[in-house]
């Protein structure tokens, strides 16, 4: 199983909160989607939202993902940050940032970790 992480590099900091509701009506990823908190840096004061978590297995939820973060991010003059994570291991995988002019940078990420086996 795989966990990615979304966080948001640049926007409007209600940008996070509005992606984590866009994700959350997609029926595929009902219940795989929560919210983290970050650790803030030393001179850094943290969020109370920062960073969304997706958790994917079988089933076609990371081709749910891949296209709801596509279509979310067409609307969007936002930058995101997308980490695939193992999820047992913690293990990073591929981690890439994904400007809005972009977003089809997350259908290629999703198709080349497809054809490795590590998503699905």
Not at 28 to 50: C, F, H, W, Y
Not at 98 to 108: D, L, M
Request: no cysteine; charged share 25%; net charge neutral.
């Amino acid at each position: 199983m795989a966990l990615i992480k979304v966080s948001l590099l640049d926007g409007r900091p209600g940008e996070l909160h509005s992606l984590f509701g866009w994700l959350q009506r997609a029926d595929e990823l009902r219940g795989r989607v929560r919210t983290l908190s970050r650790q803030p840096g030393p001179d850094e004061m943290g969020g109370a939202m920062e960073i969304i978590s997706v958790a994917l297995g079988s089933g076609g939820a990371a081709a749910v993902l891949a296209g709801a973060l596509n279509t979310w991010l067409q609307s969007r003059r936002a930058r995101i940050s997308v980490e695939f994570v193992v999820e047992e291991t913690g293990e990073t995988l591929r981690k890439v940032e994904i400007e809005a002019g972009n977003a089809g940078a997350v259908k290629e990420l999703y198709d080349t970790l497809s054809a490795d086996r590590k998503v699905s």
